[in-house]
């Protein structure tokens, strides 16, 4: 457990849970989210955050709902499947039974949740928002990400431009949304993927607000220029660029990480804002 920024009273600590879903496959996802927390110090004035990862996939490791202000659910290897008639997945979404259920309370402390390409999937099968299946291939690199006219209207989108550029690297997707279950909860889809003419499919849902206080993205907004360039110097990992997508595409990947306004604009928007929102509203509810 990591305290930021130590202090004698309690009431003044918000305590964020990472979701490790990563299942013990090494990452860069880890490193970015911690860090992303860590920036957010300075924005929170009389309250500060600490932060403790569970490992749910690897040790079936769950915290309490009660316990914990803010979730960061991650992004991780496999199908968003692997879980059924496991513990630790029948664990997770009966933590997310709980906290969804605390937060129809109409007074109080909320509980925020932001949930990460893995398991922002999870989440969709947990509210049968949609289908989520198999890609035809693996979805990997920088791409545009579009808004939806709902997507215009987010403020935690404000700051990126239409499109915007982020990390995708997936295996599965999440198309064919429910309307209707969505229409239940107010749930908003916010963006879609990059606009493919040449293809004849569906366009994978790319984020969703689900309310005030739960939020997913199926791409990684957590994804850094340092940790991407680490990942792409891997001879192995730069030569699987070239041979599939070509060495054009390879160079714009490095391009598009050497460029403020692609996904360095969005590791600087996206999470943080989330931070910046639910630390908001919580120091409201812990000043009153």
């Known amino acids: ?15 964020v849970a990472i979701l490790d879903m990563y ?24 309250h500060f955050l600490l932060d403790e990862v569970f490992d749910v996939r690897g040790s079936g490791n769950l915290p309490q709902a009660d316990d914990y202000d803010i979730y960061v659910s991650t992004g991780g290897p496999g199908s ?29 402390h909320k509980k925020y949740v932001f949930f990460i390409c893995h398991s922002f999937q999870m989440l969709c099968r947990y509210f049968e928002f949609a289908h989520v299946t198999k890609r035809r291939s693996t979805s990997f690199g920088i791409f545009p990400i579009h808004k939806t006219i709902e997507g215009l209207g987010e403020p935690f989108y404000h700051q990126l431009p239409d499109p915007y550029y982020a990390v995708d690297s997936r295996d599965w997707q999440v198309t064919q949304p429910n309307f209707n279950k969505m229409s239940e ?6 963006s ?9 499919l569906e366009r994978a849902v790319m984020s969703v607000r689900i309310s005030n ?13 340092t940790g991407m360039s680490m990942y792409f110097q891997q001879e192995d990992k730069r030569r699987a660029v070239i041979d599939n997508h070509g060495e054009q595409k390879y160079q714009e990947m490095i391009d598009h990480l050497n460029d403020p306004d692609k996904i360095a604009l969005t590791y600087n928007t996206v999470l943080p804002n989330f931070l910046r929102e639910a630390v908001g509203q919580l120091r409201g509810v812990c000043a009153s």
């Open 192 to 200: 879609l993927e990059k606009i493919r003419p040449h293809v004849d």
């Open 1 to 15: 457990m990591e305290i930021i920024n130590p202090d004698p009273e309690a009431s003044r600590i918000l305590k």
């Open 213 to 225: 206080e739960f939020f997913g993205t199926q791409f990684h907004p957590e994804a850094d220029a």
């Open 80 to 108: 968003p499947f692997d879980g059924e008639g496991q513990a630790w997945e029948a664990q997770y979404f009966q933590l997310l039974d709980q906290l969804w259920a605390h937060n129809q309370n109409l007074n109080g």
């Open 185 to 190: 909860v107010g749930a908003k889809i916010l």
């Open 23 to 46: 299942n013990n496959v090494p990452n860069q996802g880890m490193r970015c989210i911690k860090q992303i927390i860590s920036e957010q110090d300075g924005f929170t004035e009389d």
